[in-house]
């Protein structure tokens, strides 16, 4: 038996099925989860039933079932990431390259991690000589 034909037998029809999941405030991805459907192929379904319009808005939708991801997250707000590399360590670095070119084609270090962490090459080259002559 198909995991259609399971559906339909549970519930009288895939419309059916959709529309209960969607009355309830689920997304289209626990709906898929519920249903034991893989998502695209869920999509797929929703489109040549024309059944995509079913479904609340997320701001409507259950709290249990909105997704999880980074679309909850308010404007502006940053992401909260787990640091690499300590600053000591990306500044012992730069110390090593003169200009950020040879940091790029040298360095295990992604210049980006340099801008995104100092602002630019130059305030980390300055950061990086002033710990050497303090550390010294």
Same mark, same amino acid.
Not at 57 to 67: D, F, G, H, S, T
């Given at each position: ?11 009288? +029809?895939?419309?059916?099925? &959709? ?9 289209? &991805? ?20 024309? /059944? ?38 990306? /500044?012992?670095? &730069? ?24 602002? +630019? ?5 300055? /950061? ?5 002559? /303090?550390?010294?």
């Amino acid at each position: 038996m198909t995991k259609t034909q399971e559906i339909r037998k549970e519930y009288g +029809s895939f419309k059916a099925a &959709v529309k209960h999941y969607a009355g309830i405030g689920c997304s289209r &991805v626990l709906a898929a989860e519920y249903l034991g459907i893989s998502l695209p192929y869920f999509r797929d379904l929703l489109k040549r039933h024309n /059944l995509n319009g079913e479904f609340k808005p997320q701001k409507e939708m259950l709290r249990e079932c909105r997704p999880r991801g980074g679309a909850w997250r308010k404007k502006g707000m940053k992401i909260p990431r787990r640091l690499k590399y300590s600053d000591e360590y990306l /500044l012992e670095e &730069v110390s090593r390259y003169p200009v950020s070119t040879t940091f790029m084609s040298m360095s295990d270090v992604d210049v980006s991690t340099i801008y995104r962490r100092f602002g +630019s090459w130059s305030n980390a080259k300055k /950061l990086s000589e002033s710990t050497l002559t /303090l550390g010294a």
